[in-house]
């Protein structure tokens, strides 16, 4: 079953613009990432994020981690067009050590216009 | 360089047939993973392993069959039992004490 689910399913902005995206999950997680995928290609790990951290920057990158409300956000600010990818959360919610594994949800279709 | 090769791009598979997609790491990672992409679905996992000789199942592993004879290897096979085959499968692999993953470029597979 899906951990993660991204809201919203596409979003279209401007260059210069910022982008949001948003993930929610159900159950309680070791840690959060954050995953780029260009059409047609691999996934490209962007940021992790730990259960006992609030925030984290990596760039233009913020992310945001809500473990009360079981939620993500992937801030990136002023976009360009080579931005334009999927972008997906991904949840650890194993016991670690033997079973690591990660759940991905459905993704974000960003598109940045020139 | 250093990475995850999946060969081929594009595999075409008939109907009955069984048909086996590679996956090869130099990495020196011990885990490895399997996922299927369909469209509007993200990625779903199919099985997983963590070191040689053994592996799990992940949510959707019927149909689908895999062994780690080597670290470096992590063939996956679509067996004819897999009804929709039809998919972008994903190979994966992760160090030992790293959380993050690191992904092959991917195998299209299209039924005939």
């Known amino acids: 079953s899906q951990q993660g689910e991204e809201d919203p399913q596409a979003l279209s902005i401007q260059e210069g613009e910022n982008a949001t995206m948003n993930c929610s999950y159900k159950t309680s997680i070791n840690n959060l990432q954050w995953y780029r995928q260009n059409s047609g290609r691999g996934l490209v790990h962007l940021i992790l994020?730990?259960?006992?951290?609030r925030e984290k920057h990596s760039g233009r990158l913020r992310v945001t981690l809500d473990t009360s409300k079981k939620s993500s956000s992937l801030l990136i600010t002023a976009s360009r067009a080579a931005d334009t990818a999927s972008y997906f959360c991904?949840?650890?919610?194993?016991?670690?050590?033997?079973?690591?594994?990660?759940?991905f949800g459905k993704g974000t279709l960003l598109t940045v216009n020139p | 360089d250093g990475g995850i090769t999946q060969s081929p791009k594009y595999l075409f598979r008939k109907e009955g047939q069984n048909v086996t997609l590679s996956c090869e790491q130099n990495l020196n990672h011990d885990a490895m993973y399997w996922y299927r992409q369909d469209p509007g679905q993200g990625l779903r996992l199919i099985y997983y392993s963590q070191i040689v000789n053994d592996f799990q199942k992940g949510d959707i592993a019927e149909g689908y069959s895999v062994s780690r004879e080597k670290k470096e290897s992590f063939p996956l096979t679509v067996t004819s039992a897999q009804k929709n085959p039809t998919a972008f499968y994903l190979c994966?692999?992760?160090?030992?004490?790293?959380?993050?993953?690191?992904f092959g470029s991917g195998t299209q597979l299209s039924v005939l």
């Open positions: 991904a949840t650890d919610d194993s016991s670690g050590g033997s079973n690591y594994k990660l759940t």
């Open positions: 994020i730990r259960s006992n951290e």
């Open positions: 994966a692999s992760r160090n030992r004490g790293n959380e993050k993953l690191f």
